[in-house]
């Protein structure tokens, strides 16, 4: 089935999108929420506690609670312990009314990675929705402006589009970063004005083939002006090539994001994304496997996704591949 690359890759795609978006609602706690750091760290997947709302304000999580008749008997660390009745806010006839489960596991703050992964995954997909948009709209208009300008502009646009495919793109944001220390929005404008050339490239190639075929030309004759001429004929008809490349560019935009937060330079915490996540498990993965695998798991689909869904778009959308 020639559509299944597009029907996957939409499914998973908008199925992090949709998770992600619904981070409000999903994530059962604040991200940066540490309730008991000591009792919570290093949590593994699917572990439940019970949630101790004490007098004086704070948390005790306990992994076994037993009422008694002079209050609570909570076993904490390994050690036993009796709470007083009137220090315990939510005490119940049989222990306290409130739980603390940790579907994915916590970090060694005792925060709740599900809901990290989920409140990351919004940062991590929109830097890389927004930086792949600000790259389309940079590169469409640099190679339009080559494909349509004079001989000397395009000659100049298109050496300057090869300087900057020279660089390493890697070492090059590493570089910035460390100057600059982005913030999100840095991000993005690091990531989308680094990401254009290849789509300038095929927009060029696309308008220059198209200018000279006969609807264009008869167009041209009828007296329409040279943008409606590009904005009614020409755009539409090179946006194929040009929209798979931008698909593929989301999921390479995440990838080198995550690599930046891996290494410090991204998104800093404790705001979550998929990448400083990982980086958070690394020092722990011996021991709590589950901080850095979930993450990069997210990653991994992400990129994933977007390939599939850039196969198929091509797929559809090309006349040549149907």
Known sequence: MRNRNLLWGAVLAGGLGLLAAAAPWLAPYDPD???DPAAGSFRP?????????????????ADRVERIPQGLRIERLGRREVLPAGRVLNLTSDGVANRRFYLLGSDRFGRDLWSRMLWGGQISLLIGLFAAALALILGVAVGAAAALGRSWI?????RLVDALLSFPLTLLLVALAVF???????????????GWMGISRL?????????????????RAIGLHPFKVFWRHLLPNALTPVLVQTALLIGQVILSESSLSFLGLGVQPPTPTWGNLVAEGRESLPMAWWIATFPGAAIA????????????????LDPRTR
């Not at 990129?303 to 599939?308: E, G, P, Q």
Request: aromatic share 8%; charged share 20%.
């Open 33 to 35: 929420e540490q309730l």
């Open 45 to 61: 997947p699917g572990t439940s506690l019970a949630a101790v709302r004490l007098a004086d304000g704070n948390w005790r999580l």
């Open 180 to 194: 600059f220390q982005p913030s999100t929005s840095g991000l993005v404008l690091f990531l989308g004005g680094f």
């Open 154 to 158: 395009d000659g100049l646009l298109m």
């Open 203 to 219: 927009a060029r190639a696309e308008i220059l083939g198209l200018k000279e075929r006969e609807f264009v030309l008869a167009a």
């Open 301 to 316: 689909v992400a990129v994933i996704a977007f390939n599939l869904l850039g196969d198929g778009l091509r797929d559809v």
